[in-house]
Protein backbone atom coordinates (compact mmCIF):
# COMPACT_ATOMS: atom_id res chain seq x y z
CA UNK A 1 0.00 0.00 0.00
CA UNK A 2 1.35 3.36 -1.10
CA UNK A 3 1.76 6.17 2.12
CA UNK A 4 -0.37 8.87 0.70
CA UNK A 5 1.86 11.08 2.90
CA UNK A 6 4.58 10.73 -0.04
CA UNK A 7 2.15 13.04 -1.74
CA UNK A 8 2.81 15.74 0.00
CA UNK A 9 4.77 18.93 -1.86
CA UNK A 10 6.05 22.15 -0.44
CA UNK A 11 3.09 24.64 -1.15
CA UNK A 12 3.58 28.36 -0.72
CA UNK A 13 0.27 29.19 0.67
CA UNK A 14 -0.77 32.59 0.12
CA UNK A 15 -4.35 32.14 0.10
CA UNK A 16 -6.66 32.75 3.20
CA UNK A 17 -4.80 30.30 5.69
CA UNK A 18 -3.39 28.24 6.34
CA UNK A 19 -0.10 30.00 5.88
CA UNK A 20 3.11 28.91 5.63
CA UNK A 21 4.73 26.91 8.56
CA UNK A 22 8.43 27.91 9.61
CA UNK A 23 10.38 24.56 10.12
CA UNK A 24 11.06 25.18 13.82
CA UNK A 25 7.19 24.60 14.19
CA UNK A 26 6.88 21.64 12.65
CA UNK A 27 10.22 20.27 14.24
CA UNK A 28 8.27 21.49 17.60
CA UNK A 29 4.65 19.26 16.33
CA UNK A 30 7.16 16.36 15.85
CA UNK A 31 8.39 16.24 19.28
CA UNK A 32 8.12 13.74 22.03
CA UNK A 33 4.47 13.61 23.30
CA UNK A 34 4.21 14.41 27.02
CA UNK A 35 0.94 13.48 28.76
CA UNK A 36 -1.55 15.81 29.01
CA UNK A 37 -0.52 16.50 32.73
CA UNK A 38 3.13 16.13 32.91
CA UNK A 39 4.40 18.90 35.35
CA UNK A 40 6.93 19.95 32.20
CA UNK A 41 3.70 19.94 29.81
CA UNK A 42 2.17 22.10 32.55
CA UNK A 43 4.74 24.78 32.28
CA UNK A 44 4.50 24.59 28.74
CA UNK A 45 0.61 25.33 28.95
CA UNK A 46 1.55 28.13 31.76
CA UNK A 47 4.19 30.03 29.31
CA UNK A 48 1.33 29.48 26.24
CA UNK A 49 -0.95 31.78 28.41
CA UNK A 50 1.49 34.50 29.19
CA UNK A 51 2.61 34.77 25.28
CA UNK A 52 -1.20 35.20 24.68
CA UNK A 53 -1.72 37.56 27.33
CA UNK A 54 1.19 39.69 25.78
CA UNK A 55 0.16 39.77 21.96
CA UNK A 56 -3.14 40.70 22.76
CA UNK A 57 -2.05 43.25 25.73
CA UNK A 58 -4.45 41.99 28.49
CA UNK A 59 -4.17 40.81 31.83
CA UNK A 60 -7.74 38.28 31.50
CA UNK A 61 -6.52 35.41 33.71
CA UNK A 62 -8.70 33.20 31.28
CA UNK A 63 -6.63 33.71 27.88
CA UNK A 64 -6.10 30.18 26.76
CA UNK A 65 -5.95 28.39 23.44
CA UNK A 66 -9.25 25.80 22.74
CA UNK A 67 -8.97 22.70 21.63
CA UNK A 68 -10.51 23.25 18.04
CA UNK A 69 -9.85 25.63 14.89
CA UNK A 70 -10.88 29.42 14.95
CA UNK A 71 -14.38 28.46 14.37
CA UNK A 72 -14.15 26.76 17.87
CA UNK A 73 -13.44 29.62 19.27
CA UNK A 74 -16.27 31.12 17.73
CA UNK A 75 -18.34 28.58 19.06
CA UNK A 76 -16.77 28.86 22.57
CA UNK A 77 -17.51 32.45 22.88
CA UNK A 78 -20.97 32.20 22.12
CA UNK A 79 -22.27 29.31 23.48
CA UNK A 80 -20.94 29.91 26.92
CA UNK A 81 -22.06 33.87 26.64
CA UNK A 82 -25.52 33.15 25.77
CA UNK A 83 -28.89 32.01 27.11
CA UNK A 84 -32.25 31.80 25.40
CA UNK A 85 -33.39 35.33 24.46
CA UNK A 86 -30.38 37.02 25.37
CA UNK A 87 -30.23 40.31 22.83
CA UNK A 88 -26.83 40.25 20.73
CA UNK A 89 -26.09 42.55 18.08
CA UNK A 90 -23.96 41.18 15.04
CA UNK A 91 -22.23 43.58 12.49
CA UNK A 92 -22.26 41.68 9.45
CA UNK A 93 -19.95 42.67 6.71
CA UNK A 94 -18.89 39.22 5.21
CA UNK A 95 -18.57 35.79 5.57
CA UNK A 96 -17.48 35.38 9.23
CA UNK A 97 -20.23 37.98 10.47
CA UNK A 98 -22.74 35.64 8.70
CA UNK A 99 -21.37 32.97 10.88
CA UNK A 100 -21.48 34.47 14.14
CA UNK A 101 -24.94 34.92 13.42
CA UNK A 102 -25.53 31.31 12.27
CA UNK A 103 -24.14 30.50 15.60
CA UNK A 104 -25.70 32.98 17.95
CA UNK A 105 -29.26 32.29 16.43
CA UNK A 106 -28.66 27.96 17.07
CA UNK A 107 -28.24 28.82 20.52
CA UNK A 108 -31.28 30.72 20.85
CA UNK A 109 -30.39 34.40 21.48
CA UNK A 110 -32.64 37.17 19.35
CA UNK A 111 -30.05 38.31 17.12
CA UNK A 112 -30.25 42.10 15.35
CA UNK A 113 -28.10 42.71 12.37
CA UNK A 114 -26.31 45.15 10.62
CA UNK A 115 -24.87 44.71 7.56
CA UNK A 116 -22.75 46.41 5.29
CA UNK A 117 -21.63 45.68 1.97
CA UNK A 118 -18.79 43.62 1.38
CA UNK A 119 -15.71 45.30 0.49
CA UNK A 120 -16.44 47.83 2.81
CA UNK A 121 -15.66 48.87 6.95
CA UNK A 122 -18.69 48.66 9.44
CA UNK A 123 -20.14 52.07 9.66
CA UNK A 124 -19.49 52.92 13.07
CA UNK A 125 -22.46 55.78 12.76
CA UNK A 126 -24.86 53.10 12.53
CA UNK A 127 -23.71 51.15 15.45
CA UNK A 128 -24.25 54.55 18.00
CA UNK A 129 -27.46 55.11 16.55
CA UNK A 130 -28.32 51.22 17.16
CA UNK A 131 -26.91 51.27 20.36
CA UNK A 132 -29.05 54.29 21.42
CA UNK A 133 -32.03 52.68 20.64
CA UNK A 134 -32.13 49.12 22.19
CA UNK A 135 -29.52 47.52 25.10
CA UNK A 136 -27.35 44.08 24.09
CA UNK A 137 -25.94 41.67 26.18
CA UNK A 138 -23.45 41.39 23.31
CA UNK A 139 -21.96 43.31 20.56
CA UNK A 140 -19.97 41.09 18.20
CA UNK A 141 -17.73 42.04 15.07
CA UNK A 142 -15.30 40.76 13.15
CA UNK A 143 -11.60 42.51 13.24
CA UNK A 144 -10.34 40.82 9.81
CA UNK A 145 -13.02 39.75 7.62
CA UNK A 146 -11.25 37.31 5.44
CA UNK A 147 -13.69 36.96 2.93
CA UNK A 148 -13.31 40.35 1.84
CA UNK A 149 -9.90 42.02 2.85
CA UNK A 150 -11.72 44.40 5.22
CA UNK A 151 -10.57 45.43 8.46
CA UNK A 152 -13.64 46.78 10.90
CA UNK A 153 -12.93 49.80 13.10
CA UNK A 154 -12.90 47.97 16.45
CA UNK A 155 -11.28 50.25 18.69
CA UNK A 156 -13.95 52.87 17.51
CA UNK A 157 -16.21 50.33 18.01
CA UNK A 158 -14.83 49.60 21.24
CA UNK A 159 -15.52 53.07 22.56
CA UNK A 160 -19.51 53.06 22.05
CA UNK A 161 -19.86 49.88 24.49
CA UNK A 162 -17.20 50.48 27.29
CA UNK A 163 -19.62 52.04 30.05
CA UNK A 164 -22.49 49.97 28.86
CA UNK A 165 -23.30 46.43 30.65
CA UNK A 166 -23.10 44.96 27.05
CA UNK A 167 -19.84 42.71 25.97
CA UNK A 168 -18.11 43.52 23.08
CA UNK A 169 -17.06 39.90 21.36
CA UNK A 170 -14.69 40.05 18.54
CA UNK A 171 -13.45 37.54 15.87
CA UNK A 172 -9.35 37.74 15.77
CA UNK A 173 -8.92 35.35 13.64
CA UNK A 174 -7.17 37.12 10.55
CA UNK A 175 -6.13 39.72 12.57
CA UNK A 176 -4.19 38.11 15.96
CA UNK A 177 -0.10 38.10 14.76
CA UNK A 178 -0.49 40.42 11.76
CA UNK A 179 -1.96 43.67 13.03
CA UNK A 180 -2.05 45.71 16.48
CA UNK A 181 -4.76 44.61 19.04
CA UNK A 182 -5.16 46.35 22.61
CA UNK A 183 -7.52 43.77 24.07
CA UNK A 184 -7.99 45.57 27.16
CA UNK A 185 -7.64 49.32 25.87
CA UNK A 186 -9.97 49.04 22.97
CA UNK A 187 -12.36 47.54 25.56
CA UNK A 188 -12.99 43.94 24.16
CA UNK A 189 -14.78 41.57 26.48
CA UNK A 190 -14.48 38.27 24.24
CA UNK A 191 -12.14 37.23 21.61
CA UNK A 192 -11.64 34.13 19.53
CA UNK A 193 -8.91 33.17 17.00
CA UNK A 194 -6.72 30.67 15.42
CA UNK A 195 -3.73 29.33 14.71
CA UNK A 196 -3.37 29.04 11.01
CA UNK A 197 -3.60 32.78 10.28
CA UNK A 198 -1.08 34.76 10.97
CA UNK A 199 0.28 33.06 14.03
CA UNK A 200 1.48 30.35 11.14
CA UNK A 201 0.92 27.13 13.17
CA UNK A 202 -0.87 24.33 11.43
CA UNK A 203 -4.84 24.67 12.05
CA UNK A 204 -6.18 22.81 15.31
CA UNK A 205 -6.01 25.42 18.22
CA UNK A 206 -8.27 28.35 18.80
CA UNK A 207 -6.63 31.21 21.66
CA UNK A 208 -9.85 32.58 23.76
CA UNK A 209 -9.57 35.42 25.63
CA UNK A 210 -12.18 36.85 28.38
CA UNK A 211 -12.31 39.91 30.57
CA UNK A 212 -13.75 39.66 34.10
CA UNK A 213 -16.51 40.88 32.89
CA UNK A 214 -17.12 38.44 30.62
CA UNK A 215 -16.06 35.64 33.20
CA UNK A 216 -18.57 37.07 35.56
CA UNK A 217 -21.35 36.80 32.81
CA UNK A 218 -20.59 32.79 32.27
CA UNK A 219 -20.47 32.06 35.88
CA UNK A 220 -24.23 34.06 36.42
CA UNK A 221 -25.93 32.04 33.76
CA UNK A 222 -29.05 30.70 34.83
CA UNK A 223 -28.73 27.51 33.23
CA UNK A 224 -25.79 24.99 32.19
CA UNK A 225 -23.12 25.59 29.25
CA UNK A 226 -25.45 23.51 26.27
CA UNK A 227 -22.18 22.13 24.85
CA UNK A 228 -19.86 20.01 27.30
CA UNK A 229 -16.71 19.94 25.33
CA UNK A 230 -16.99 23.63 25.35
CA UNK A 231 -17.77 24.53 28.58
CA UNK A 232 -15.24 26.95 30.12
CA UNK A 233 -16.52 26.27 33.52
CA UNK A 234 -15.07 22.90 33.38
CA UNK A 235 -11.75 23.84 30.80
CA UNK A 236 -10.85 26.66 33.14
CA UNK A 237 -10.01 23.81 36.01
CA UNK A 238 -7.52 21.90 33.31
CA UNK A 239 -5.62 25.40 32.28
CA UNK A 240 -5.42 27.27 35.88
CA UNK A 241 -4.95 26.68 39.74
CA UNK A 242 -2.11 25.05 41.53
CA UNK A 243 -3.64 21.14 40.71
CA UNK A 244 -5.35 20.87 37.42
CA UNK A 245 -8.31 18.70 36.80
CA UNK A 246 -8.78 16.54 33.60
CA UNK A 247 -11.22 17.76 31.53
CA UNK A 248 -10.34 16.31 27.71
CA UNK A 249 -7.12 15.31 26.40
CA UNK A 250 -5.31 18.42 25.57
CA UNK A 251 -3.69 18.02 22.18
CA UNK A 252 -0.33 18.17 22.97
CA UNK A 253 2.15 18.18 19.91
CA UNK A 254 -0.41 21.18 18.79
CA UNK A 255 0.41 22.91 21.92
CA UNK A 256 3.93 22.83 21.62
CA UNK A 257 3.82 23.65 17.88
CA UNK A 258 1.48 27.00 19.28
CA UNK A 259 4.16 27.78 21.86
CA UNK A 260 6.76 27.52 19.29
CA UNK A 261 5.01 29.65 16.83
CA UNK A 262 4.64 32.19 19.63
CA UNK A 263 7.93 32.63 21.00
CA UNK A 264 9.52 33.32 17.14
CA UNK A 265 7.14 36.01 16.95
CA UNK A 266 8.28 37.17 20.13
CA UNK A 267 11.66 36.69 19.11
CA UNK A 268 10.99 38.96 16.25
CA UNK A 269 9.64 41.63 17.92
CA UNK A 270 5.58 42.27 17.68
CA UNK A 271 6.31 45.76 15.97
CA UNK A 272 8.80 43.74 13.25
CA UNK A 273 6.55 41.48 12.90
CA UNK A 274 3.48 44.08 12.10
CA UNK A 275 5.62 46.31 9.87
CA UNK A 276 6.39 42.60 7.80
CA UNK A 277 3.01 42.72 6.91
CA UNK A 278 2.61 46.45 6.00
CA UNK A 279 5.65 46.35 4.01
CA UNK A 280 4.79 43.21 2.24
CA UNK A 281 1.44 43.97 1.07
CA UNK A 282 2.86 47.41 -0.25
CA UNK A 283 5.18 45.68 -2.40
CA UNK A 284 2.12 43.29 -3.63
CA UNK A 285 -0.32 46.09 -4.37
CA UNK A 286 2.19 48.03 -6.28
CA UNK A 287 3.40 45.10 -8.07
CA UNK A 288 -0.26 44.34 -8.49
CA UNK A 289 -0.83 47.88 -9.81
CA UNK A 290 1.79 47.52 -12.67
CA UNK A 291 0.65 44.15 -14.17
CA UNK A 292 -3.06 46.55 -14.06
CA UNK A 293 -4.62 44.05 -10.91
CA UNK A 294 -6.41 46.97 -8.78
CA UNK A 295 -7.63 45.83 -5.21
CA UNK A 296 -11.15 45.51 -4.04
CA UNK A 297 -10.93 47.29 -0.69
CA UNK A 298 -10.27 51.33 -0.17
CA UNK A 299 -6.73 51.81 0.63
CA UNK A 300 -7.97 53.13 4.56
CA UNK A 301 -9.57 49.61 5.66
CA UNK A 302 -7.50 47.32 3.58
CA UNK A 303 -5.91 44.86 5.07
CA UNK A 304 -2.06 43.80 5.00
CA UNK A 305 -2.64 40.26 5.41
CA UNK A 306 -5.60 39.41 3.42
CA UNK A 307 -5.49 41.34 -0.39
CA UNK A 308 -8.93 40.98 -1.96
CA UNK A 309 -8.28 41.58 -5.54
CA UNK A 310 -10.18 42.16 -8.91
CA UNK A 311 -9.81 39.31 -11.18
CA UNK A 312 -8.89 40.73 -14.48
CA UNK A 313 -11.41 40.90 -17.00
CA UNK A 314 -11.16 38.02 -19.70
CA UNK A 315 -9.00 35.87 -17.00
CA UNK A 316 -10.28 32.54 -16.11
CA UNK A 317 -10.36 32.38 -12.19
CA UNK A 318 -9.91 28.62 -11.71
CA UNK A 319 -7.50 28.37 -14.23
CA UNK A 320 -5.21 30.55 -13.02
CA UNK A 321 -5.56 29.61 -9.55
CA UNK A 322 -5.07 26.13 -10.83
CA UNK A 323 -2.27 26.88 -13.11
CA UNK A 324 -0.62 28.68 -10.03
CA UNK A 325 -0.75 25.52 -7.82
CA UNK A 326 0.35 23.35 -10.66
CA UNK A 327 2.94 24.85 -12.06
CA UNK A 328 4.46 27.50 -9.58
CA UNK A 329 3.20 25.58 -6.21
CA UNK A 330 1.09 28.75 -4.94
CA UNK A 331 -1.82 28.42 -3.75
CA UNK A 332 -4.21 31.86 -3.42
CA UNK A 333 -8.13 31.69 -2.91
CA UNK A 334 -11.28 32.13 -4.30
CA UNK A 335 -13.49 34.70 -3.60
CA UNK A 336 -16.68 33.59 -1.42
CA UNK A 337 -20.22 34.00 -1.86
CA UNK A 338 -21.36 37.37 -4.25
CA UNK A 339 -17.32 37.88 -4.39
CA UNK A 340 -16.71 34.37 -5.92
CA UNK A 341 -15.76 34.83 -9.75
CA UNK A 342 -14.93 38.55 -9.08
CA UNK A 343 -11.94 38.34 -6.88
CA UNK A 344 -9.08 36.36 -5.38
CA UNK A 345 -7.57 36.24 -2.26
CA UNK A 346 -3.98 36.70 -1.41
CA UNK A 347 -2.94 35.74 2.18
CA UNK A 348 0.47 37.16 3.44
CA UNK A 349 -0.12 35.74 6.52
CA UNK A 350 2.85 35.47 9.64
CA UNK A 351 5.42 33.41 7.88
CA UNK A 352 4.30 33.87 4.13
CA UNK A 353 4.54 37.65 4.61
CA UNK A 354 7.71 37.69 3.01
CA UNK A 355 9.08 39.32 -0.29
CA UNK A 356 10.41 36.21 -1.62
CA UNK A 357 6.70 35.35 -1.97
CA UNK A 358 5.58 38.41 -3.36
CA UNK A 359 7.42 38.36 -6.14
CA UNK A 360 7.42 34.80 -6.64
CA UNK A 361 3.95 35.07 -6.73
CA UNK A 362 3.73 38.49 -9.18
CA UNK A 363 5.94 36.60 -11.65
CA UNK A 364 3.81 33.74 -11.46
CA UNK A 365 1.12 35.64 -12.07
CA UNK A 366 2.38 37.24 -15.04
CA UNK A 367 2.69 34.21 -16.74
CA UNK A 368 -0.12 32.81 -15.77
CA UNK A 369 -2.22 35.61 -16.87
C1 LIG B 1 -12.38 35.78 10.31
C2 LIG B 1 -12.55 34.31 10.47
N1 LIG B 1 -13.32 33.85 11.47
C3 LIG B 1 -13.49 32.54 11.68
C4 LIG B 1 -12.91 31.61 10.86
C5 LIG B 1 -13.14 30.16 11.10
O1 LIG B 1 -11.94 29.51 11.40
P1 LIG B 1 -11.68 27.98 11.06
O2 LIG B 1 -11.84 27.80 9.61
O3 LIG B 1 -10.27 27.80 11.55
O4 LIG B 1 -12.64 27.19 11.85
C6 LIG B 1 -12.10 32.03 9.81
C7 LIG B 1 -11.47 31.07 8.90
O5 LIG B 1 -11.06 31.38 7.80
C8 LIG B 1 -11.93 33.42 9.61
O6 LIG B 1 -11.15 33.87 8.62
Redesign the pocket.
Known amino acids: MKNALLGIEEITLMG??PSCVDRSVLDALAKSTLGHLDPTFIKIMDSIKGQLRRLLHTSNELTIPIS???????ETCFVNLIEKDDPVLILING??GM?MQDVASRLGANVDTLEFKWGTPVLVDQVKEQLRQKEYKIVAV??????TGVKNPVAEIGELVKDKDTLYLV?A??SLGGIEIQMDEWGIDVL?S?T??CLSCP?GL?PISFSEKAVESVRARKTKVPNWYLDLTMIMNYWQGETRAYHHTAPVNMLYGLYQALYLLEEEGEETVYKRHMDNHLLLVSGLKEIGIDMLVDEDSRLPMLNSVIIPEGADDAAIRSKLLKDNKIEIGAGLGPLAGKIWRIGLMGHTARPENVEKLLASLKVAL
Open positions: PGGTGSAGMVFRVHAETSDVTYGQKPA
